[in-house]
């Protein structure tokens, strides 16, 4: 490898760990003002009944945290999917 080359590579590192940056500095699911937290649950198929028993008790506990401001100001967002009882 030669000189330039070697510059090159190490050029387009530094750029692209420099744009990664400002994406690694949010996380996911959070904001200034909500905290989205997502689960998967049985929602249909046999084991349906379970599945809503728990997200009702989440969404029950989630508004009881976001009656008392949430967590640091931030309200709660709970995002359910159903896998269907899919292995």
Known sequence: MTFRTVFR?????TAIAALALPAQAQQQGVSKDQLLIGTILDLSGPLAGYGK?????????????????????????????DNGYGP
């Open 9 to 13: 590579f190490a050029a387009t590192a």
């Open 53 to 81: 028993d728990l997200r009702n008790g989440m969404n029950l506990r989630m508004a009881e945290v976001n009656e008392q401001g949430g967590i640091h100001g931030r309200k709660l967002t709970l995002r359910v999917e």
